[in-house]
């Protein structure tokens, strides 16, 4: 599945993100039951708001140079069919960070000006995509060719 996402937009009720970009949504935060998350493995406290901070890098893994301007979308649940979603974009230095509330995240990245840009979670199989906030406060990306030698411009 493609997302594309217009960068850099902010929806009321949600907080903005922080360095790279914008933060968007499509309805109120997910909410957490305990009885069904993980106990929290970072001792990085919420804000004042009750949110966390996420964060990480995105690095190329030809050359483990900064991967500017990719999205990292974290999507969520709300009920039966029906999923929502936020999403930052990295700065030139390849890192990103978004405040989020309590629960249980589908994280992906992807890059729209390329289509050839596969990303995965460094240090994850390529199907472990979800995180638990609390517990997970960085999540980095490494990009790779999905077909090498293909040339497949995004909408960019």
């Given at each position: 599945?493609?997302?594309?996402?217009?960068?850099?937009?902010?929806?009321?009720?949600?907080?903005?993100?922080?360095?790279?970009?914008?933060?968007?949504?499509?309805?109120?935060?997910?909410?957490?039951?305990?009885?069904?998350?993980?106990?929290?493995?970072t001792?990085?406290?919420?804000?004042?708001?009750?949110?966390?901070?996420?964060?990480?890098?995105?690095?190329?893994?030809?050359?483990?140079?900064?991967?500017?301007?990719?999205?990292?979308?974290?999507?969520?649940?709300?009920?039966a069919?029906?999923?929502?979603?936020?999403?930052t974009?990295?700065?030139?230095?390849g890192?990103?960070?978004?405040?989020?509330?309590?629960?249980?995240?589908?994280?992906?990245?992807?890059?729209?000006?390329?289509?050839?840009?596969?990303?995965?979670?460094?240090?994850s199989?390529?199907d472990?995509?979800?995180?638990t906030?609390?517990?997970?406060?960085?999540?980095?990306f490494?990009?790779?060719?999905?077909?090498p030698?293909?040339?497949?411009?995004?909408?960019c």
């Amino acid at each position: 599945m493609v997302v594309l996402v217009a960068c850099g937009s902010t929806t009321p009720g949600f907080p903005s993100a922080g360095p790279g970009g914008g933060a968007s949504s499509t309805g109120p935060p997910p909410s957490s039951d305990p009885a069904t998350t993980d106990p929290p493995t970072t001792t990085d406290p919420p804000t004042t708001d009750g949110y966390y901070t996420v964060s990480g890098t995105v690095v190329s893994r030809d050359t483990g140079a900064a991967y500017p301007n990719a999205y990292v979308r974290f999507g969520w649940l709300a009920s039966a069919g029906y999923e929502m979603e936020t999403h930052t974009v990295t700065d030139g230095s390849g890192r990103y960070a978004i405040q989020l509330p309590a629960g249980q995240y589908q994280v992906t990245a992807g890059d729209s000006c390329d289509l050839n840009a596969g990303f995965t979670i460094v240090g994850s199989s390529p199907d472990d995509v979800m995180i638990t906030v609390p517990g997970t406060g960085v999540v980095d990306f490494v990009e790779y060719p999905i077909t090498p030698g293909a040339d497949l411009p995004g909408v960019c």
